[in-house]
């Protein structure tokens, strides 16, 4: 592995089903972040993790939870998919948080019907 | 509440030089970032500015006006690869990342 990966790269979901996007980085960095970008309005924060083990909520956390157990891990949770959670996610790193340059992994295409 | 404004589309020549602009108005100010994002990919990481100035990097330069607000990302020597979204972000107050909603550079031969 060689920065951020992220799993499924793309998803096609039943609107009421569960769906857990996996994020994976082996920089050792300390924060993490979800984004969803939707066409016009750009990069939207959804949750946050400064350090492992401390999760924060975002400008859009509804419908969506994460956790933290460890530094490279930091999955994100549809609990009740609907149709608009359709949205290109973004899984990002950072050394720490604040300042510092954040690095994207390649993203997951999500439709939900 | 927290804005950042860019254009959403422009068009250049290849070859040719294209400055690309960014207001802001957030709460607070630490710092500046320029992305490019090609479509279907994650974005990648251009610059940082957080002083007044021109920073440049190659030929990618950004410039930063805390006191009007204002950055631009300027373009030399336009490659057709640089055809491209260009995404403006500012850190606040409370250290979280704004981002605006990007400008899409087409570049014509």
């Known amino acids: 592995i060689a920065g951020i990966t992220q799993a499924p790269t793309s998803q096609i979901l039943a609107a009421g089903r569960r769906m857990t996007l996996r994020c994976t980085q082996d920089?050792?960095?300390?924060?993490m972040y979800w984004y969803r970008q939707d066409l016009g309005l750009g990069l939207r924060l959804i949750h946050y993790?400064?350090?492992?083990?401390?999760?924060g909520k975002g400008e859009v956390p509804d419908g969506y939870s994460v956790s933290r157990a460890n530094t490279d891990d930091f999955p994100l949770t549809l609990a009740s998919a609907v149709p608009s959670q359709t949205s290109v996610y973004f899984c990002?790193?950072?050394?720490?948080?604040?300042?510092?340059?954040?690095?994207f992994g390649p993203g997951t295409r999500l439709l939900v019907l | 509440g927290q804005n950042i404004d860019q254009p959403t589309e422009m068009t250049a020549t290849e070859g040719a030089i294209v400055q690309i602009n960014c207001t802001y108005q957030?709460?607070?100010?630490?710092?500046l970032f320029w992305y490019q994002q090609h479509a279907g990919e994650a974005p990648t990481f251009l610059s940082y500015?957080?002083l007044d100035g021109l920073e440049e990097k190659g030929r990618f330069s950004s410039f930063l006006s805390r006191s009007k607000g204002y950055s631009y990302l300027l373009l030399k020597e336009l490659q057709m690869k640089d055809s491209a979204s260009y995404l403006c972000?500012?850190?606040?107050?409370?250290?979280?990342?704004?981002w605006g909603a990007g400008t899409k550079l087409i570049i014509k031969p």
């Open positions: 990002a790193s950072s050394a720490i948080a604040g300042e510092e340059t954040q690095y």
């Open positions: 993790s400064n350090t492992a083990g401390t999760t």
């Open positions: 957030t709460s607070g100010f630490n710092g």
């Open positions: 972000a500012v850190i606040d107050s409370n250290y979280q990342l704004i």
């Open positions: 920089m050792r960095h300390n924060a």
């Open positions: 500015n957080v």
